[in-house]
């Protein structure tokens, strides 16, 4: 890979007392350990900002999109690295659809992404203490929140579906953001998908941990939007 992983800069004792502030030490003090010994052994390594991490999934994604994939960080030699500590660059918010891969369509390997999957790329509240954990802890530097072209999902919110189970919790989620696009013209599946994107993001900055993150300058949060035909993934905004 061209970058360098992130360092945890903290001290336990600073960590501790940030989490204290932001969301309580008890949700901290599980399994914080092992990737702190890690890291703690680890060599003093040039930190990586949340521009350069966002700059690192575009840059992957381009060269899957071109077919030119590095297939980097996935060696038995980083499997044994990873397997005694992990520090991933980014974290992914991504639809669990089965064409949307993040490893995969980002060129990266073992250990560099922390990812959550669910259908609609909805921030559930155990999706965004997942992702307060991978940015807090971990030392991610860049959320992206990736919805997709045609999803499934978000169409059957458009069209009020009726689904058995607990599927129409998904449903239920995604509806306010099929209410916002619904006076822009243009395709009514695409404006919702993107409008259902931001809303994800919104929900995810309204985190105290991760908007003191934001503050400090040490995370970065952006929507993406990707083309099934094409492979490539655009910055929604």
Do not use: W
Not at 55 to 74: H, M, S, Y
Not at 106 to 134: K, M
């Amino acid at each position: 890979m061209s970058i360098q992983h992130p360092q945890i800069n903290l001290s336990r004792r600073g960590l501790l007392k940030f989490g204290a502030g932001a969301i309580g030490t008890g949700v901290l003090t599980a399994g914080l350990g092992s990737n702190l010994l890690a890291a703690e052994k680890k060599p003093v390594e040039e930190e990586i900002t949340p521009d350069k991490a966002l700059q690192e999934l575009l840059d992957g994604n381009e060269r899957f999109a071109k077919r030119k994939r590095r297939n980097p960080d996935q060696t038995y030699s980083r499997l044994v690295e990873v397997a005694k500590g992990q520090k991933p660059f980014a974290s992914i918010l991504g639809c669990a659809d089965s064409r949307v891969p993040s490893e995969i369509v980002f060129d990266q390997g073992l250990g560099d992404l922390f990812v959550c999957r669910i259908a609609g790329n909805i921030a559930t509240t155990q999706q965004i203490g997942s992702l307060e954990f991978g940015s807090l802890v971990l030392g991610s530097k860049v959320i992206m929140v990736v919805g997709h072209e045609r999803c499934g999902a978000v169409e059957a919110a458009i069209k009020g579906a009726e689904v058995p189970g607990r599927i129409g919790s998904l449903l239920e989620a995604i509806k306010p953001s099929v209410e916002s696009s619904k006076a822009k013209s243009g395709d009514k599946l695409e404006n919702a998908c993107k409008a259902n994107v931001l809303a994800q993001v919104e929900k995810l900055k309204s985190s105290t941990v991760l908007s003191e993150l934001i503050k400090a300058e040490k995370l970065k949060i952006v929507g993406g939007y990707y083309d099934l035909d094409t492979g490539e993934i655009s910055i929604v905004s």
